[in-house]
């Protein structure tokens, strides 16, 4: 049974004239006549009663008017459906990231992109380049941001764009910023420590212990805005990212060269092709850094890659 012969019924079920029915799905009549005919030889029963000048449905014609009216009209839904998928005015995006870009670059680009394509659905995963390089993998998003290398580890079935630099510097509560601060100044201060998980616990702990000592904690355990606001109550300093530090209104302090730092990659699923949706905003992401780049708004120390 094809949706063409299917088509061709409902013009003569509604005209109850075969050659005005031609006329009006743009056919000739002896090529309807003759798929209408397939279709009762493949239904095993005649679907028309045929005498001249009266064209009647059979009881099995009767029985199909429903069906093929319902069939047709699901047809044009799915066919309507999927162009508006193609041309962006629906889709769903899966987005990971860590909280520390979900609380900086994350809201911008994703502003730019609901700008442009309100109809596309936006779901936000947080979580450390760990797990999400794990839900990658797993099919669970589509794009994710994660700080390269992951833990150190290689992620062969990821397609992975490098993207940013960004240095980690020194926020604290109270003084005036120096002009730097070595990692080594670090020893014996109770730092303001992120829960284990976070890239950027690991990073401060490395080089911590690549300068000879285990660092202090005034509290530790937090997510990104408890980390932010446990340094404002004047617990003690934290180690954050430069674009978080820029917009956080703390006293950021940079780090002696050759400093601390972090490299951003966009990634994805290498043999699995981005759907339309998640290749617009990986090119509204790269975009939104060209231009971030070019009019000077990257934050001080944050070097673009692309």
């Known amino acids: 049974m094809q949706l063409q012969q299917l088509r061709y019924f409902l013009a003569v079920a509604e005209t109850r004239h075969f050659t005005r029915a031609a006329e009006a799905a743009h056919v ?14 493949e239904l095993g029963a005649e679907l028309f009663h045929r005498t001249r000048g009266n064209i009647a449905l059979t009881d099995a014609g009767d029985a199909l008017l429903p069906l093929a009216r319902r069939i ?6 799915a066919r309507l459906a999927v162009q508006e998928t193609v041309q962006l005015r629906r889709g769903r995006v899966r987005l990971g990231a860590p909280p520390s870009l979900c609380t900086s670059l994350v809201p911008d680009v994703l502003r730019v992109f609901r700008d442009r ?5 936006l779901m936000v995963r947080e979580g450390g380049s760990r797990d999400l390089v794990r839900w990658l993998a797993a099919g669970e998003l589509d794009l994710a941001l994660v700080i390269t290398p992951p833990s150190g580890e290689s992620a062969p079935a990821l397609a992975v764009t490098e993207l940013l630099h960004e ?28 829960r284990e998980g976070y890239d950027l616990r690991e990073a401060t702990l490395a080089a911590c212990r690549a300068a000879g000592f285990e660092p ?32 956080s209104g703390l006293t950021v302090t ?15 699923g290498h043999e699995v092709p981005l759907t339309r949706a998640a290749e617009a905003l990986h090119t509204t992401l790269l975009a939104h850094l060209r231009d971030a780049a070019r009019d000077g708004e990257l934050p001080p120390g944050t070097r673009l890659l692309l």
């Open 72 to 77: 047709l009209a699901d047809t044009e839904s």
């Open 216 to 247: 202090e904690f005034a509290v530790e355990g937090g997510e990104m805005d408890a980390v932010l606001g446990f340094v404002r109550a004047g617990l003690g300093p934290a180690v954050l990212p430069g674009m978080v530090a820029a917009r």
């Open 28 to 41: 000739a009549q002896p090529s309807l006549s003759q798929q209408i005919r397939s279709l009762e030889r």
């Open 117 to 121: 394509y309100p109809g596309v659905t």
């Open 167 to 194: 240095e980690l510097v020194l926020v604290s509560a109270v003084g005036r910023a120096r002009r730097t601060v070595r990692v080594a100044e670090l020893k014996g201060r109770p730092l303001v420590m992120f």
């Open 254 to 268: 940079p780090f002696a060269g050759p400093g601390l730092g972090r490299t951003i990659a966009v990634a994805h």
